[in-house]
């Protein structure tokens, strides 16, 4: 009965204790989650129970399994056997939902719930990858696309494809990068799946925490493995990846060099990676499905778009520093412009901008109606690899309005030959917007 009596005393503490820190703007946070993740031997009861119902599911023939509550919430693997928690709505207000494609995802109240014409919408927040390839779900994030064609083309044949993601370990926030989760000293909890899974081939595919990890290991095992190169450094001194200006590309260098063979996207990307000293470059070209994104002679109409006037200029990505979006959003333009895409950014701009159409993470099918159905895109980044969404675009039949950036050279070259779209050489949003 006194632990009931302790349980109710925090739940108790916890509400005035958000309360207060409503007021002076702060977020939710979990006094009772805290103190759980911080107890030794409630944090060994609820591993002990994980591992346990885990291997119950897996006993009597099942893929996975769901619990919530007295739990934190998480989708990870538990020796082979896909375990989610959606955790509850009185400590971490969370729930899991299944999306139309079958994947799971963890949502969050607060920041990701709004509430239209009476109705409460929760906005899933997609992580860097998931542990079941149909998780791996296309987010608006160039990455996250390649990747989960790449597995869903590998998963057709006799491949068997493991995604390791950083919500299987104890992660965080990255700083500054709302969205995006590191793993937490994830090593020892990676080299025993490693080890479990021996598996033929690795690829790493980002440089983070858990990146640096399977590194280690597949260096300690004497495996070889290949590497990715996704992003240009950021010259915006805002972004969280300008502190890798500090020491140059070195950091990345050494990252990729003991790797069997850096997987680049562009020609552009390879000569310049190639100057700063880089070795075992392959080209890894990307592409569009033709039969999802089809092409369109004029521009098509959506109800939901029905009202706003035109023409469209449409603008698909991470809402954050990186993308230079603000270069799109002040640009003098008449008709109407739209957003598609959340990140770090989002609320921020949504106040200084309340004339713009946000939509935010659109199923496939819906963007490429979406694309058709854009007058323009308009693609203001300057420190892409590739830009993926402009070939996007293009295969719908739209325009494209970008800078002509060295990474996206074959996107430039395809605007000047097939006369998609315009290479704005200047830099002002007056040049661009006439572009």
Known sequence: MWVDWLYE???????????????VGLPYWSLSAYLKLKVKKAVNFISDFEVAVAHEAKRRGFDGVVCGHIHHAEIRDVNGTL?????????????LVEHADGHLEIVHWGSHAVVRNGWLQLRWCPHEARPHHRCLAPSGQGVVTTL????????MGDVEVTVIHPGQFRNRPCPGYAGIDLAVRPYKALAKVLDTLQPDAVHIATEGP????????????GWQFTTAFHNQVSRNPESSAACALVSGYGLFRHFHRPSSGVMVPTQG??????SRGFQSLKPWTHGVDLKLFDHHAEPLDMPELEGFPRPYALFVGRVSYEKNIDA???????GTRIVCGVGPLEAQLKARYPNVVWMGVLPRQQLAKVYAA???????????????????????GTPVAAYPVEALCKCSAMLKVRRWGVCCRKTSPRRFANA
């Open 9 to 23: 005393l925090t739940l108790r503490i916890n509400r005035h204790l958000n309360s207060f820190r409503a007021r």
């Open 83 to 95: 375990y989610c928690n959606d955790g509850d709505w009185v400590e971490s207000r969370t729930a």
């Open 148 to 155: 989960h064609e790449l597995v869903q083309a590998l998963s």
């Open 210 to 221: 858990l990146g640096w990890a399977a590194r280690k290991h597949c260096l300690k095992k």
């Open 269 to 274: 990307v390879l000569n310049m990676l190639h």
């Open 328 to 334: 799109f959003l002040d640009l003098k333009l008449d």
């Open 374 to 396: 854009a007058d323009v895109f308009v693609f203001p980044s300057r420190n892409e690899t590739f830009g993926l969404v402009m070939l996007e675009a293009m295969a719908c």
